[in-house]
Each structure stands twice: as structure tokens, then as C-alpha cells.
């Protein structure tokens, strides 16, 4: 699994460098802030539309992928969340449409952009509930071949639009890739999802509503937090210092989010199903080294080359984008030390330990704030990235502590 996702990734990697390069050229520092921001807004759709309930679809798919009538009342509960979802992020994004660009992108010229973000929802709910089912049944090939084909398409997309109509372009291809992401998704594996889910016996009832809402919970501060919480470090570079140091920030997370696709998708696909599974702290134990065995050290090793490469990398990707160099060495020990602790914060959503996950991501997105925002004054655009790096630092301690203490409790339970 690991050797097909990486070859993916690869490729993805090679596309990913050459857009960015052109986007640079093309729309500068403060397109790529816009561009950031978008993404970003992307990703909080993503959670609001499904209810945020993409790591439960996975896990109950998981565990009652030969149980009909489970997967029944599980799609059914499904169904009625993302409706419920959609419909209502499309009437925010839609009258609100002039609100949320002053304040997402600071200018009232992207209201056309937040309507046709109201019409993609649907889209983007959907994509993200049938992605849910392919990773829950662990369909490795076909999950790779769906992101392939449906990231060439979107990166084609991309370079035609920026290169016709510019940042504007850019943009908009940028919104309209989860529809491309859809179509990719239902014609590539349509036949396995009518064997498991019954869409004409699909029903408005909620049987499962109680389990999922907790995922949904875990999600608001996992994603949508996490992105609004970006959205507004890059707009306070943005007022203390300049747009353009917001854009160097982006272009670093952009590069960061390049390398760490890698190990979202082993998460979902391998990680979230295992610790599932995994019901005492001594096969916990043994499958946590194994794969911090197996993939710390490949990460170590590339972030390394990274980071003594880098004045290569900003050649190559950003060669206008002055002062990036400082900011790879913490954003690099960030993201390191970011991997241990998404491994280990994985088993939350595996036994759905909804308070010990919802502490954690206080504590981690409040450091972040916190750090940020003190450190700015006195590193600058550089005090963002130290903080990235403090606040993982704290946030593995704790979640080690609070895994092993689940682990704990569930020992004294059994006695």
C-alpha cells in the first residue's frame, strides 16, 4: 500500500512543483495568500457540508463492511447529514457571499467565487462521503487511481484557466476541482458502491445520528477550526507586516501540505482501520512501532534532504520569494514531530474518544494562536513557523499521555 501510495504522491509531487512555479510567476506573493485562503475555505466546506463525519463513514464501514443492514442504517443516517449539510452552507455561502469575501479574502471582489462555491457543495459532500466508503474498505488501487486521474484533471484545469484568465482563473479551477474530484469517484468505482450501499432504499432516518455527531464534533475542531485559525494568522501577517510575507508563508505550508499528503492518505487508509481493530495496549504498543518504524525514518530522511536543499526547492518553486529559507528548519521540526503525534492522535477517532480529542485540539490550535501572534512581534513571519513547531512539541506529550491513559483505564476495567 505504502509503495502505490508513494508512487501517486510522486507523481502528484512532480505536477504540484510545476503549478506552483507558474502560479509564482504569475500571481506572486498575494496570489498565493488568495490561493491559501481559498484552500483553506475549501477544507471547512468539506467538514460543514458532510457534518463533518468523513473518519466515522471510514471506521463504521470498516467494521460492518459484511453487515448489510448495519451499512444500511449507516448510509441512511449519511444521507440525511449531508443534505441537511449541504443545504445549509449553500444558503450561508450564497447570501452571505459578500461578508465572507471581506473577510476571508479582505475585499469585496470575490463574491462571484463564494456563490460558485454554494453550487459546488453538493458536490464536495458527496465526494467526501463515497471517498470515505472506498478508504473504509481499504480499496487501495482503486482510492489510488481516483486520485490520480481526478489531480491530472484538476491540474489541467489550472494551468489553463491561470494561464487565460490569471489569479481569477486560478481560482476558480481551484473551486470546481471536488466536482472534478466526484465524477472521477462515481465513474471509477460506481459498481462497488451500489454493492454497498442500497440507494433506492435509502431513508430520512437517523439511526446512527448519535455515533457520527461525535466524529462531527471531532472534525469542527480538527478542520474547521484548524483552517479558520490559518485564515486568520495569515490575515494578522498580513495587517503587522505585509501581504507579501503572508504569501511567503503560504508558499512554506504549501510546500509542507505537498510532503504530508503522503502520510494523510496512509492515515485513513491503514492507520484508522488497524487501531480500529486494536482493543489492548500491548497490540497497540507493537503496531504504533511498527509504524513509526516504517515511516519516521522515511520522513526523516526527506525532510532532511528538504531542509539542505531548500535554497534548490525556492529556486526551483518560488524564485522571487525572498526570506522563505529561514522558515524551513522549524516548519520541517514541526511537521516531524507533527507525524508522531497524528499517529498516535489516530487511535481517538479509532475508539472515538471525543473529549480526549476535542482537549487536544484546544490545546494545540490555542498554542498555535498564542505563539503565533506573540512570536510575530518579535521574528516576524518566522515567529509563525517557531510557533508551528512549539505547539507540536506540546501537543505529542499530551496526546501520549491521554492515549496511554485510555489504555489505563480500559486495563483496570477488565480487572
Known sequence: MTSLNAGVIGVRLVISLFIQRLLAEIVGEAGIAKIGSLRN????????????????????????????????????TTFVFTAFGSLTVFLILFFGSGYLSETI????????????????????????????????????????????????????????????????????????????????????????????????????????????????????????????VEIDIRVMIQNRININDAG????????????????????????????????????????????????????????????????????IIYPDFHGMSPLFKWQLMGDFVRLASLVLGYQFLAKKMVKNFIFSEIISLGLFYFFAYFLTDIYGVEG???????????????VLFLVFRYFKKQQKTAE
Open 248 to 315: 511567503t508563508w503560504t508558499a512554506m505550508t504549501n510546500i509542507s501540505k505537498n510532503y504530508m499528503v503522503f502520510s494523510g492518505a496512509i492515515f485513513t487508509l491503514y492507520v484508522l482501520p488497524k487501531f480500529a481493530g486494536i482493543h489492548n495496549k500491548t497490540d497497540f504498543k507493537a503496531e504504533l512501532l511498527n509504524i513509526y518504524k516504517t515511516l519516521l525514518p522515511l520522513f526523516g530522511v526527506g525532510m532532511l534532504l528538504i531542509y539542505f536543499l531548500r535554497e534548490y526547492v525556492i529556486l
Open 41 to 76: 475555505l475549501l477544507e471547512m466546506l468539506s467538514s460543514f457540508a458532510s457534518i463533518g463525519i468523513f473518519s466515522g463513514v471510514v471506521k463504521y464501514v470498516a467494521e460492518h463492511k459484511d453487515d448489510k443492514e448495519q451499512l444500511q442504517k449507516l448510509f441512511s
Open 105 to 228: 479574502f479582505d475585499s469585496p471582489d470575490y463574491v462571484y467565487l463564494i456563490k460558485l462555491l454554494a453550487v459546488i457543495v453538493p458536490f464536495i459532500s458527496l465526494y467526501r462521503i463515497f471517498n470515505a466508503v472506498v478508504n473504509g474498505l481499504s480499496r487501495y488501487k482503486k482510492l489510488a487511481g481516483i486520485d490520480f486521474v481526478s489531480y491530472l484533471l484538476s491540474a489541467a484545469l489550472t494551468v489553463v484557466l491561470l494561464l487565460t484568465h490569471n489569479l481569477d482563473g486560478a481560482l476558480i479551477a481551484i473551486a470546481i476541482t471536488p466536482a472534478l474530484q466526484f465524477f472521477v469517484l462515481l465513474f471509477i468505482f460506481i459498481k462497488v458502491l451500489r454493492e454497498y450501499i442500497q440507494f433506492s432504499k435509502l431513508t430520512f432516518k437517523i439511526p446512527m445520528a448519535k455515533s457520527l455527531l461525535a466524529f462531527s464534533l471531532m472534525s469542527f475542531f480538527s478542520t474547521v477550526l484548524l483552517n479558520y
Open 384 to 398: 509563525v513557523v517557531i510557533a508551528h513547531f512549539l505547539r507540536y512539541v506540546v501537543y505529542f506529550f499530551v
